[in-house]
C-alpha cells in the first residue's frame, strides 16, 4: 500500500478507544515484561558510550585546566567541540534508541499475536535497515526542534505524532522516513486527544515502579511503550503490509 492510500485508510479506519487500548495494553505487558527489561538495559549500554565520548572535552580541560572549571569558564575549543559534539550524538542516541523501541514493538506484536519467532532485539541494525532509521531519526530531532521554538506549545503538539515513528518503522518498513512521518502525523492529528492521554496516563503509571526502593522502575518503564503498539493496530492494522 503507498502512502496516498494509507493515509485515506487510516482516516478511514474507526477513532481509538482509550479504555480498549489501556486495558489490552496492561495485560500484553505481563507477557513482554521481560523483554522491556532488556531492550532498556540494551538501551542504556548502547547510548552510554556517546555520553561518555561527549563529555571526553571537558574531562581533558579538568584536567589541563582545572581552574577553568573553578570559573564556570570554557575555553573556546572546549566551547567548539562540545557544540559538535552534542548535535551528533543526539542523533546517534535517537538512532539507536529509536532501532531499540520498534523492535520492542515488533516483539510485542509477536507476543500478542502468538506468533512463534525469535526475540531479535537488534533486528532494525541488520541488513542496511539502519540507515532508514538514522534519516528517520533526523526527522525526529527536527521536528522536536521545529516544536520546541514555537514557545514550546509546538513541542506539547509533535509529541503525539513523534510518539507513533517506532510503530510505522517496525510495522510499515516498506515506507520512506518521509512517508512515516506524514502517516504518524495522519494517526496522531486524527486521534490527538486520546494518544495524549494514554501516553500521559502510561507514563505515569509505568514510573511507579520507582515506588520499589528505586529498582522497579527498570521492571515497569517500558509499560509506556507497549499502546503505542495497539495505536497502530487498531488504527491502522496489518493489511497494508500486503
Not at 562540545?82 to 538512532?95: E, Q
Not at 496516563?201 to 526502593?213: K, N, P, R
Amino acid at each position: 500500500m503507498n502512502s496516498e492510500n494509507l493515509t485515506q485508510h487510516i482516516k478511514n479506519k474507526p477513532d481509538l478507544d482509550f479504555g480498549t487500548i489501556f486495558s489490552r495494553s496492561i495485560e500484553l505487558f505481563k507477557k513482554v515484561w521481560l523483554q522491556g527489561v532488556i531492550i532498556l538495559l540494551l538501551t542504556f549500554v548502547v547510548i552510554l558510550p556517546f555520553y561518555i565520548i561527549m563529555y571526553i572535552p571537558m574531562i581533558a580541560m579538568g584536567i589541563t585546566d582545572p581552574e577553568a572549571l573553578r570559573q564556570n569558564e570554557l575555553p573556546p575549543m572546549v566551547a567548539i567541540a562540545m557544540a559538535i559534539l552534542i548535535p551528533v550524538f543526539a542523533v546517534g542516541i535517537t538512532t539507536f534508541a529509536l532501532a531499540l523501541n520498534a523492535a520492542f514493538l515488533k516483539i510485542c506484536k509477536q507476543k500478542d499475536l502468538e506468533e512463534v519467532a525469535s526475540d531479535d532485539y537488534f533486528y532494525f541494525f541488520k541488513e542496511g535497515r539502519l540507515g532508514k532509521v538514522f534519516i528517520l531519526s533526523l526527522y525526529l530531532l527536527g521536528l522536536s526542534l521545529l516544536g520546541a521554538l514555537a514557545c514550546g506549545v509546538g513541542a506539547f503538539y509533535v509529541m503525539v505524532p513523534l510518539s507513533l515513528l517506532p510503530a510505522f518503522l517496525a510495522f510499515s518498513n516498506h515506507l520512506s522516513p518521509l512517508e512515516m512521518v506524514k502517516a504518524s502525523f495522519t494517526l496522531g492529528n486524527k486521534n490527538w486527544l486520546v494518544i495524549f492521554g494514554l501516553v500521559f496516563i502510561m507514563s505515569f503509571v509505568a514510573q511507579l515502579g520507582i515506588i520499589l526502593c528505586c529498582v522497579g522502575v527498570f521492571f515497569t518503564a517500558m509499560l509506556s511503550k507497549v499502546p503505542t503498539y495497539y495505536m497502530y493496530k487498531d488504527g491502522v492494522g496489518f493489511d497494508e503490509l500486503i
